[in-house]
């Protein structure tokens, strides 16, 4: 049972470095400071979820050339899955690398393969032990409590991103018709809700399968100034 609780505190962890690496790359990108996940906390899961497979699969590899090649296998195969399945979910695109070189459907691509498979090493042989010797003396109670309390925030966390994403597609729809008053310009600051506004600024690739014209028009109201 303490190894669960170990495991989840590295899963936070890593989701944290995550969180801190697509955060400050986009920052840098748009000039802004932008919470970058798709939930609330500070947290991308996706990275931790993959740091976790790394260990689980690859944790006794010590040749860094299978560590890359595997690492970036597992990792494109991971993001593939995720972006089907947010994309069935929500009728929604996160990223989209339709753009990027060496693609395939827009869900992956070879720099981003490449990008983590050479984390794939550095985890394996350089990051996790130096963490693992780190972990080892913290005192078990301490993290026992730490890591159940950050399982109840990050259980409540999904459920209100959940809750707030969902009827984004019927509020794209309700601002489309909307554009067509000029007098209606009020309530659209207040149509939307904090967890939506925090979506589509988060994520500039960010699409709506059904209603992108209409989400595209939003976006460009977010940054007209305010009277």
């Known amino acids: ?114 990008v983590f498979g050479l984390f794939a090493v550095a985890l394996i042989l350089l990051i996790h032990p130096f963490l693992t010797s780190l972990t080892e003396k913290i005192p078990p109670l301490i993290l026992i409590i730490f890591t159940s309390v950050m399982l109840c925030a990050f259980i409540s966390d999904i459920l209100i991103t959940i809750k707030g994403f969902i009827g984004l597609d019927a509020k794209l729809k309700e601002f489309s018709e909307l554009l067509h008053d000029p007098d209606e310009k009020h309530p659209i600051l207040r149509m939307f809700s904090r967890q939506q506004n925090r979506m589509i600024k988060s994520f500039p690739n960010f699409k709506s399968l059904k209603y992108n014209d209409s989400l595209q028009k939003y976006r460009n109201f977010l940054k007209k100034p305010k009277k």
């Open 1 to 114: 049972m303490y190894s669960l609780f170990k495991f989840f505190f590295w899963f936070l962890i890593y989701s944290f470095l995550g969180w801190l690496y697509e955060s400050i790359l986009c920052s840098v990108q748009e000039k802004k400071i932008i919470n970058r996940g798709f939930l609330n906390g500070p947290y991308c899961p996706i990275y931790g979820t993959g740091s976790m497979l790394f260990l689980l699969i690859l944790g006794h590899e010590n040749n860094p050339l299978l560590l890359f090649i595997f690492g970036a296998l597992i990792a494109c195969a991971l993001e593939y899955a995720t972006s089907f399945a947010m994309e069935k979910l929500f009728h929604s695109r996160w990223w989209d690398y339709s753009d990027k070189k060496f693609n395939f459907q827009g869900r992956i691509c070879l720099v981003g393969a490449i």
